[in-house]
DNA sequence: AGATAAAAGGTAAACGTTTACATTGATTTT
DNA sequence: AAAATCAATGTAAACGTTTACCTTTTATCT
């Protein structure tokens, strides 16, 4: 790879004008300009970011850290996509780590990220009170975190608003008649699923209907746990007339539960899954469900982390983006 | 961050001697070892990795390059995290980009890989003769070709048997009482998609069945696609009674015009659908499928990759992993 | 005991950039 | 015409490591 020092000596210039007109800044006559820039097409010259992020103190280094749990649940995936693609347009490149909701491997990543200079990172903290992340922001790099949110921090967030999300879900059910509507929620020390739990009992009390404890199960977020705390409610023995179920891996769960005991949706169970999944529209039949914004959640944490970047002392912002009950036929 | 320089001054040695006890190579009494040992955590010190490269020349980076289309495309999720837990079990870090099957986002990528001197990329070509990997491969840059192939290319890789893979689902078909069998293929540059398709002439040809050139469509390997080449299909004058949809996506396309039409699957129309899904269990009825070790390829092409960068003299390997029919209820 | 070898640690250069500061030559000011 | 200013470019240090080579100390051999 030919580097700085090859341009310049190819060019016969000093390595100084080189790199200034790499950063196209200051002023360096056209004529000089053009010289090396035919210096670095001849030479297939691409200036080394390793370099260039050591050296760089202030400035962008144009890299962007993201951890998220897993990517192969589809509302990361959308959320990371939403993350690279702005990162492209501005030219940043991310490091993608998955978490697999352990603080051990996030430590580990985080530290990664760190040693590697990223500009900013980007993550949904294990819990509301994810050590690890606090370390982090601590020792001053920027952090957007998205999706889930840490307790009493004035800080840059993107979140979505998932009392409200889960409040229509409910609500819905309740005026399509349900009243034993069983909830499989997530782990408790995530903002989301506390909030979404919040929700179910605004839409309860909106109709002064009671909250019976035994139709709420709290799963871990995976498909299994979907599956089994399915299982539970419709073994009760007066078992919800319809299932609300706090994340799209749990939901294929519960809908694995459904179908192996050839249950008919709706008719013998309704079901609304928390997160759209991109062929809820090809199941049978197709599902209803509180669609988050996860793409515009990614696009926004990078832009808000982009202009933290740009401005440090800017205020912090704290964005709250709506879902969408998607009605399908499900319910 | 506190720098080698600093745990030096600290523990009152020289950076070398530091260097030293971070690689723990060579001889360092254990006295001093410990000495350093304290003075590195008690200043929280941190390995710069971004120093680390630029110096190291030969050793590892540990750091993987990782390409793939679209993260959203389950298939690439799994794979994606074979490469990202060998690489975790072995302490190195993996960016990921996605390309979204475009030569220029595929190019600004492998730059950026390059500049950051990863030690090695992974990644499934956009075609069979893509132009953008083959310059990658001559500046001699570690590459190991995952999913899909180069011709003619004697270079680590990993594929599928995707012949063998498609005859045994076509053959299932046949078996099943099935003449008129629709293709929902991709792009014939890849090499994926000519091979399955020489699986589906294959299974025709074991059973004397002439191959009708109205039964077979190109994708795109996208969504909409797959709905659209399936709309096609169902819309001849004698559609088939069976459709093998060689890709995931385009399989939803395809399971969303069959809803669509409110055709009953198998009863008036069969599925096969390349590529396993997390949530074919959970579809009504559960999809029949192709499945491909996808995890194990990601894995597989990590440890060549490793192996390469232990060893870069030794002998390309070529992998090609089994996929399995998973009989479910679809056909 | 003197010579030699081995072990432990130090010194300084190198990696490829950016950038503060210095230098040069040309242009403007007085 | 000398002084001052300015624009264009060069010089060298710095970023945080690794590592080839050198120095010092200690052990081993004859």
Redesign the pocket.
Known sequence: ????????RHA?????????V??N?????P???D?VRKAMAELG????????R??????FRHLLGLIIPDIQNPFFAEMARGVEDVAYAHKFAVMLCNSDEDLRKEEFYIDVLQ?ESVDGIILPPISERDPVVLKLIETGVPVVTVDRSLTHRAMDKVEVDNRRGAFEAVDHLIKLGHRRIGLIAGRLNVSTSRERRLGYDDAMAAHKLPVAPEYIRGGDFKQASGRAMAEELLDLPSPPTALFVLNNLMTVGALEAIHRRKLRIPGDIAVIGFDDLPWAEALDPPLTVVRQPAYEVGQAATELLLKRLEDPKRAETHLKLLPKLVIRNSC
Do not use: C, W, Y
């Open positions: 790879m030919a580097s700085l020092t090859d341009v310049a016969q210039v000093s390595i100084a004008t080189v790199s200034r790499i950063n800044s200051d002023k360096v006559v004529e000089t300009r010289l010259f691409k200036p080394n970011r390793v370099a260039r050591l050296r760089q103190k202030g400035g040693s």
